[in-house]
């Protein structure tokens, strides 16, 4: 699964990319850690009446069903992420109903934990090896209840995951969701995830997009679980007797 992120650098870069007026793009204070249950404010891409549009929305969807406080906490934290088997697959599902509602989470890498024997979890800090930003596919919602200090419904999202790949493998290897990785999209298939047209046959080709591990590093970083500075100490890397291949 993922529930820690990371997003050092510039949202104005993506902004560039996608050609976005930087008078539109939200500030947002770079960061080395966040975790999902914080429901904190991140940078997300969508498409919405003819053009693309970068929001800070809160990692932690809201869905309609959630619309009392007393189901907002008592449902939200399980919220962060989303298999795509459930979006794609069971009609059921509140991720099938919500699957033309995509978007992109923007990051500069992602935290994962190992079992490694010991009594504590060995977490790891995954990125690109040749792309400083890159985009997990996420869905989005509107929440049902008004925020009570603006009035607005804000916005919220999850991110997708999928089975991992050999390299993930080796990281996320225990728990009731172990070998499962977040959605990494190629530049060239995040924009296709925002396409408003995707039928349900190509939405679901491109969550069965494995991500080349060849193409990934990793390295082994200090707990995240301890409150620390937020900065770039956070993904240093450490030693550890054992580390996955890169």
Same mark, same amino acid.
């Given at each position: 699964?993922? !529930?820690? =992120?990371?997003? !050092?650098?510039?949202?104005?870069?993506?902004?560039?990319?996608?050609?976005?007026?930087?008078?539109?793009?939200?500030?947002?204070?770079?960061?080395? *850690?966040?975790?999902?249950?914080?429901?904190?404010?991140?940078?997300?891409?969508? !498409?919405?009446? %003819?053009?693309? *549009?970068?929001?800070?929305?809160?990692?932690?969807?809201?869905?309609?069903?959630?619309?009392? $406080?007393?189901?907002?906490?008592?449902?939200?934290?399980?919220?962060?992420?989303a298999r795509c088997e459930k979006m794609t697959d069971d009609k059921r599902s509140v991720w099938h109903?919500?699957?033309?509602?995509?978007?992109?989470?923007?990051?500069?890498?992602?935290? +994962? *934990?190992?079992?490694?024997?010991?009594? /504590?979890?060995?977490?790891?800090?995954?990125?690109? /090896?040749?792309?400083?930003?890159?985009?997990?596919?996420?869905?989005?919602?509107?929440?049902?209840?008004?925020?009570?200090?603006?009035?607005?419904?804000?916005?919220?999202?999850?991110? @997708?995951t999928r089975p991992a790949n050999e390299l993930m493998k080796q990281i996320h290897n225990a728990g009731?969701?172990? *070998?499962?990785?977040?959605?990494?999209?190629? &530049?060239?298939?995040?924009?296709?995830?925002? &396409?408003? %047209? =995707?039928?349900? +046959?190509?939405?679901? &080709? @491109?969550?069965?997009?494995?991500? $080349?591990?060849?193409?990934?590093?990793?390295?082994?970083?200090?707990?995240?679980?301890?409150?620390?500075?937020?900065?770039?100490?956070?993904?240093?890397?450490? +030693?550890?007797?054992?580390?996955?291949?890169?």
């Amino acid at each position: 699964m993922c !529930y820690d =992120l990371s997003f !050092y650098k510039n949202v104005p870069l993506v902004a560039e990319y996608l050609n976005i007026p930087f008078a539109q793009v939200p500030a947002f204070a770079p960061t080395y *850690h966040k975790v999902a249950q914080s429901f904190c404010p991140w940078p997300v891409v969508l !498409y919405e009446n %003819g053009a693309y *549009h970068i929001r800070l929305f809160e990692w932690g969807l809201i869905a309609d069903y959630m619309n009392t $406080p007393e189901k907002i906490k008592a449902y939200r934290s399980s919220m962060a992420n989303a298999r795509c088997e459930k979006m794609t697959d069971d009609k059921r599902s509140v991720w099938h109903r919500l699957r033309h509602q995509r978007c992109l989470v923007l990051t500069t890498g992602f935290f +994962e *934990h190992q079992d490694t024997g010991a009594k /504590k979890k060995q977490p790891y800090f995954i990125r690109l /090896k040749n792309q400083d930003i890159f985009c997990l596919a996420g869905l989005y919602h509107y929440a049902p209840l008004p925020d009570p200090d603006t009035g607005e419904l804000k916005g919220t999202f999850t991110i @997708i995951t999928r089975p991992a790949n050999e390299l993930m493998k080796q990281i996320h290897n225990a728990g009731p969701n172990k *070998h499962r990785m977040p959605l990494i999209l190629t &530049n060239e298939l995040a924009i296709r995830w925002l &396409n408003p %047209g =995707l039928s349900d +046959e190509e939405i679901k &080709n @491109i969550t069965e997009f494995e991500f $080349p591990d060849a193409e990934m590093e990793t390295w082994p970083v200090n707990t995240l679980r301890k409150p620390k500075p937020d900065d770039e100490k956070i993904i240093r890397k450490i +030693e550890v007797p054992t580390l996955p291949h890169n």
